[in-house]
């Protein structure tokens, strides 16, 4: 069975200190693997999608990786905008997302 | 561009009740999904539809099913409602939906059940 798990499950950052989020998985054929920050009260916002290993990806301070087994979310120089809870997915052949439980980032000033 | 549209954002309901839940796609998107997300649980799939037409299942019970609308909306709907139906139902669209797109959610609707 497909599964997805994230480490750590929080982490707490001083402003400007940077840091990197895990996603491991195990898929029988990778089709994408998603990466989504969600805020309280707030559905999930799509950050990058990834396809194929060494593929890297970056959005202001957000940087994501891909292995054959796992990808990584860097986040450089953290501001506490970037508070948040950030969610990994992998998705099947019909595009259906199967989500990790997350990692909840705490960036304080 | 207008995001995806949920309605209602809160809703309260007694065991036993039927709820219908309601999501608008972003304009030009066809495929819509649904997800149940809860703190110990967390995004689980629903389902996902397509030309009106459920193309997807998760494992969820009977009581949970859904349809879409010419216009790509998509209502959702839960019969018989138990305890632990309360959860933040999510609906997420994409262009054609398939493994390439990336899904674009809308916030919710926080359903509660007493």
């Known amino acids: 069975e497909d599964q997805v798990t994230q480490s750590p499950e929080a982490l707490r950052l001083q402003e400007g200190e940077s840091s990197s989020l895990n996603c491991s998985y195990t898929?029988?054929?990778?089709?994408?693997l998603f990466w989504y920050r969600q805020d309280p009260g707030k559905g999930p916002e799509f950050l990058f999608t990834?396809?194929?290993a060494g593929e890297e990806k970056e959005k202001e301070r957000l940087k994501a990786t891909l292995t054959k087994k796992e990808s990584f979310l860097h986040i450089t120089a953290p501001k506490p905008e970037d508070s948040a809870t950030y969610l990994c997915?992998?998705?099947?052949?019909?595009?259906?997302?199967?989500f990790g439980a997350g990692t909840q980032v705490v960036v304080t000033p | 561009k207008a995001g995806v549209t949920q309605t209602p954002r809160y809703l309260i309901k007694t065991r036993g009740q039927q709820v219908t839940l309601s999501c608008s796609p972003i304009?030009?998107?066809?495929?819509v999904s649904w997800y149940q997300q809860t703190p110990g649980q967390g995004l689980q799939f629903l389902f996902e539809?397509?030309?009106?037409?459920?193309?997807n299942k998760g494992n969820f019970p009977g009581r949970f099913s859904g349809r879409q609308f010419s216009n790509s909306r998509s209502e959702m709907n839960v019969s018989t409602l138990e305890l632990g139906d309360s959860a933040l139902y999510l609906c997420?669209?994409?262009?054609?939906?398939?493994?390439?797109?990336?899904?674009?959610f809308g916030d919710g609707t926080r359903l509660s059940i007493l």
């Open positions: 997915a992998v998705s099947d052949s019909w595009g259906k997302l199967q």
């Open positions: 990834l396809y194929s």
């Open positions: 304009s030009g998107h066809r495929s």
């Open positions: 898929v029988s054929g990778l089709r994408g």
């Open positions: 997420a669209s994409s262009l054609v939906g398939g493994p390439n797109q990336p899904q674009h």
């Open positions: 539809y397509f030309s009106e037409t459920q193309r």
